[in-house]
């Protein structure tokens, strides 16, 4: 596609129940990011996938949170077990190759009650 | 690790008036910086960047910004806002020196609003 897309654009959860979000980068993009918007606060990087390599998970705040990438094209995000405050504005972003030429998803804002 | 300070969290503005957005970073041997904007529920947009060569640096929509290095400083300018620059502004820094150029780290950004 022309850009990168997320889905869904937004999500309301029950404390506890488990999400999937997901994030289709620009086709031929082999760098593929997840990063994390809280309110008021700028953004947390979550992790980071290039081509075949072992992904950067270093970013992500529990064990709770796990993203996989298939066929270095698609990637999920899945928070399981969620709590109110991973409640944020989850943005994805791809870029070609390593570096910082990145185009941002318009995220999903996902909201536990 | 590297951090990114944006002084101001809020930044009313009259229509073309200029404005300056202020963003400050850890030291480092080698940066890139940047400034991104956020338009309500959208993604975030390259404004501008600076990798080397000249330290101002001009960007979309008549902004520039000036990389100061013994200030480790990288301000954003404008010298006559409109109603539709209206929009968050985050600053960003990306450190080559670690031979890691994998991630940005952002300050928490500036809420433009320009006032008629």
């Known amino acids: 596609g022309a850009g990168v897309s997320q889905s869904p654009s937004n999500k309301v959860t029950e404390k506890g129940k488990d999400v999937e979000l997901r994030c289709d980068p620009i086709?031929?993009?082999?760098?593929l990011y997840w990063y994390r918007q809280s309110l008021g606060q700028g953004l947390e990087f979550l992790i980071y996938?290039?081509?075949?390599?072992?992904?950067?998970k270093s970013g992500l705040p529990s064990d709770r949170f796990s993203a996989e990438r298939t066929g270095g094209s698609v990637s999920t995000l899945t928070i399981q077990r969620t709590q109110q405050e991973d409640s944020a504005v989850y943005l994805c972003a791809s870029s070609l190759g390593q570096g910082f030429r990145y185009t941002f998803g318009s995220g999903t804002r996902l909201t536990v009650v | 690790a590297q951090s990114v300070t944006q002084l101001d969290s809020q930044v009313p503005v009259f229509e073309e008036a200029p404005v300056e957005l202020r963003c400050n970073y850890s030291?480092?041997?080698?940066?890139?910086l940047f400034w991104y904007v956020q338009y309500p529920n959208q993604g975030l947009q390259l404004l501008l960047k600076?990798?080397?060569?000249?330290?101002l640096v001009k960007g979309i929509n008549g902004f520039e910004a000036e990389f100061n290095k013994s200030q480790t400083s990288f301000h954003l300018r404008k010298p006559s806002v409109h109603i539709s620059d209206t929009a968050e502004y985050f600053c960003a820094v990306g450190d080559f020196s670690s031979g890691s150029a994998r991630q940005l780290t952002f300050g928490s950004g500036t809420q433009l609003t320009v006032l008629p």
């Open positions: 600076y990798l080397s060569g000249s330290t």
């Open positions: 996938f290039q081509g075949n390599s072992a992904p950067d």
């Open positions: 030291s480092s041997v080698s940066v890139y």
């Open positions: 086709s031929g993009h082999t760098a």
